[in-house]
């Protein structure tokens, strides 16, 4: 890990940088289902969406993010208010660096304080690796925790070819029969410390 990167909350102000990081993922990898590149004002708007109720949060090193990560809502009825689904990007050159670890860590540690029990991830698998996806994003949640829920058979199709997805789960919190409602993210914003992810 990089004692140079700093971890912190992102702004609608950053959407055009971590839109550069995301591109590549669009145009060359079935990592992401979509098939083109969002214009920055949809993505303004999606990071806006997210940071009504959750963490977006950015990895940045020398001023400039390197790496990004939020939550979204698993499912929009009230009963999964305590589920989310993660998602994760890396700058190109900074893959295998520990800008990911670092990013998810945090994540888990803002979502325990908001009172998220289980953190889903729904996850791009081919039955063969290729150029456009490998199984490296599976392991790397394996790495960190998650384990396998199931599987759907070629339900993506990006670049010609047929893709599978999986949904890998783990859960961060204690399940009880009173459960204290999810706060929001600026409700906790005043007791994260950045500084120490």
């Known amino acids: 890990m990089k004692n140079d990167i700093i971890v912190r909350k992102a702004s ?13 993922y669009v145009e060359k990898t079935a990592i992401t289902f979509e098939y083109t590149v969002p214009e920055l004002s949809e993505f303004e708007r999606r990071i806006g969406k997210v940071l009504e109720r959750y963490p977006y949060i950015v990895a940045e090193q020398d001023g400039k993010p390197v790496g990004y990560a939020y939550v979204s809502p698993f499912h929009e009825r009230a009963a999964y208010d305590w589920c989310v689904e993660t998602s994760i990007y ?23 304080k908001q009172g998220i029990l289980n953190l889903n991830a729904c996850i791009a698998y081919p039955d063969m690796e290729d150029e456009h996806l490998t199984r490296n994003s ?6 960190l925790g ?52």
Do not use: T
Not at 12 to 24: G, K, Q, S, V, W
Not at 92 to 107: P, V
Not at 138 to 143: A, D, G, I, K, P
Not at 167 to 184: C, D, S, T, Y
């Open 90 to 112: 890396i700058e190109e050159s900074q893959k295998r660096s520990g800008i990911g670890k670092r990013l998810y860590y945090a994540l888990e540690d803002i979502l325990k």
């Open 146 to 197: 998650y384990s396998m829920v199931g599987e759907f058979h070629k339900c993506g199709y990006k670049f010609k070819r047929w893709y599978n997805m999986v949904w890998m789960e783990k859960p961060i919190g204690e399940h009880l029969e009173e459960q204290p409602p999810v706060r929001r993210f600026d409700e906790v914003l005043d007791e994260i410390d950045f500084e120490k992810y």
């Open 12 to 24: 609608i102000e950053d959407a055009a940088e971590l839109l550069d990081i995301y591109a590549p």
């Open 138 to 143: 599976v392991m790397f949640h394996e790495h």
